[in-house]
């Protein structure tokens, strides 16, 4: 079976198929457990795909490209050679902003212990490639070698002990809060201040970095930087210059954004900007 229709098939029917580890078996009780199921995708163009909830945890990884992974909760971007841990039973949506070769992997609940409900950006080390690669093209029916089991055992692992990159622009479901964050976020402004949005929203300071802060997680200092970081992302990975996209976040060089960049990602603008463009 393509291993591409396995993945979008609902979890009964995927489990249906007896997917299992190689050199496991059947038992009295049924079928062993689900396995980890790794494909690859390749899209020639920008691309936005449908919502979709998985009943397992998902991992998308683009080693070349950006992307974005949105849900009601707020939106998550990667930077390329990063990925994006999506919860189980989250409904997300992903998002390209050019040519990508794609790397999802769908992960049972038992092969990971619980997180929480938020997605989060993590770093991709050379083992999760290599091991997401060697994944990618095992057989589903279960037949291959013991090396094979060794890979989706250790995979898993290994993308639990990533490390988590502070990137991300959560959502608030506050009324006063989430019209604004999301035009915010359409275009926003590095300089912002607290005052001005207090001010607008007839609170004070004190009192709306309280309500910020609660109902987002983060300051709101940290929220303006988020948004603005995936902002150039998503332009510099559609092939917008660093300048230009600097002046449309507000910055009056683009020292400033490259900086920002190189802080929340420790990738370096000029590295990230022609990966992707490959």
């Known amino acids: ?4 229709l396995a993945m979008s098939m609902p979890l009964p029917e995927r489990q249906a198929l007896s997917i299992l580890r190689p050199g496991q078996g059947v038992d009295a009780d049924g079928p062993a457990k689900l396995t980890v199921i790794v494909a690859a995708e390749t899209h020639a163009s920008a691309w936005s795909g449908l919502e979709q909830v998985q009943p397992e945890y998902d991992m998308l990884y683009a080693a070349c490209s950006v992307l974005s992974v949105g849900t009601s909760g ?7 050679g990063c990925g994006i841990f999506v919860p189980a039973g989250v409904a997300h949506r992903l998002a390209l902003p050019s040519e990508a070769s794609v790397t999802c992997a769908l992960i049972p609940r038992h092969d ?3 997180v929480d409900r938020l997605c989060k950006v993590i770093r991709i080390s050379d083992l999760v490639r290599e091991l997401l690669d060697a994944a990618a093209n095992l057989p589903l029916d279960g037949s291959g070698e013991r090396r094979d089991r060794l890979v989706l055992d250790l995979l898993p ?3 639990s002990r990533s490390a988590t990159l502070p990137i991300g622009l959560p959502i608030p479901a506050d009324p006063l809060l989430v019209r604004r964050c999301m035009d915010f976020a359409a275009v ?14 007839s609170m004070s300071r004190r009192k709306f970095t309280s309500l910020f802060r609660r109902k987002t997680g983060i300051s709101f200092k940290a929220w303006v930087r988020q948004a603005c970081f995936a902002f150039a992302m998503m332009r510099l990975a559609r092939g917008d210059g660093i300048g230009a996209v600097a002046a449309r976040c507000g910055y009056a ?4 954004l490259s900086a920002l960049i190189k802080r929340l990602s420790g990738t370096a603008t000029w590295r990230m900007a022609s990966t992707s463009a490959r």
């Open 253 to 256: 060089s683009p020292a400033g």
């Open 112 to 114: 990971i212990e619980e």
């Open 157 to 159: 692992v290994e993308i």
């Open 74 to 80: 707020g939106r998550w971007v990667a930077p390329a």
């Open 1 to 4: 079976m393509d291993r591409s």
């Open 188 to 201: 926003p402004q590095a300089g912002m201040s607290i005052d001005r949005w207090a001010a607008e929203l």
